[in-house]
């Protein structure tokens, strides 16, 4: 099992800064990537930035640039930096994880969310 829980969401004006934080628990080993998502208001959940077990990103068109992914492995914590934000940017953002498909059991893990409202 892989327990993941986020913190760091809040109310910013356009152009303003937040990092989220996501502090990962449980089988870590197992863990294979580690991502961002968000749903806006009457939108699908969206990926937002992830981040693979060798280091490689990847990121949504509508963050590069702006979003940075990256992680504290000695903290088991992953991190979401966002700058210049934008009132589109406002969602819930959810951590995720991916686990190896060698492993029984469930391969997709969600955090319960947190909330970014950006102010224009």
């Known amino acids: 099992q892989v327990y993941l829980a986020e913190s760091g969401g809040g109310l910013v004006q356009a152009g303003g800064s937040l990092r989220l934080s996501c502090v990962v628990s449980?089988?870590?080993?197992?863990?294979?990537?580690m991502g961002w998502y968000r749903r806006a208001p009457g939108k699908e959940r969206d990926m937002v930035a992830t981040?693979?077990?060798?280091?490689?990103?990847n990121y949504a068109d509508f963050v590069k640039g702006r979003f940075t992914i990256s992680r504290d492995n000695a903290k088991n914590t992953v991190f979401l930096q966002m700058n210049s934000l934008r009132s589109e940017d406002t969602a819930v953002y959810y951590c995720?994880?991916?686990?190896?498909?060698?492993?029984?059991?469930?391969?997709?893990?969600w955090g319960q969310g947190t909330q970014v409202t950006v102010s224009s």
């Open positions: 995720h994880a991916q686990r190896s498909a060698g492993y029984v059991g469930d391969h997709d893990f």
């Open positions: 981040i693979t077990s060798d280091g490689s990103t």
């Open positions: 449980g089988s870590i080993a197992s863990i294979v990537a």
